[in-house]
């Protein structure tokens, strides 16, 4: 895949929980990643790799831990809606805010 920030799915495996040998929910993970990085590069504001990080390893940490978090929610809860549970907006997390100094705002 073309993943801006992992070459293997081995850290995602770690952080979802997943052990090394299990690979059928390869595709979906791949999935997860890219759509995370997309949605870390719209929260800041520019691109994961370019102008301002040239390399995967040039990316804070803090923006590579909001993608597994992400990740890890996306795989841990595959449904949009729980069953059973009022609807309501999401506040704001600890994990939105590992985004924040690296933001642009335009």
Request: aromatic letters at 8%.
């Amino acid at each position: 895949m073309n993943s801006a920030l992992f070459d293997d799915l081995a850290t995602v495996r770690l952080q979802c929980r997943i052990d090394a040998d299990l690979t059928d929910d390869d595709p979906l993970l791949w999935l997860y990643v890219l759509a995370a990085e997309g949605l870390a590069a719209h929260e800041i504001g520019r691109p994961l790799l370019g102008e301002v990080w040239k390399t995967a390893a040039d990316v804070p940490e803090s923006v590579r831990h909001w993608v597994l978090l992400r990740v890890a929610t996306a795989y841990a809860q595959r449904e949009a809606v729980a069953s059973g549970q009022p609807l309501q907006a999401m506040p704001r997390t600890f994990v939105d805010g590992l985004l924040d100094p690296w933001r642009v705002y335009r």
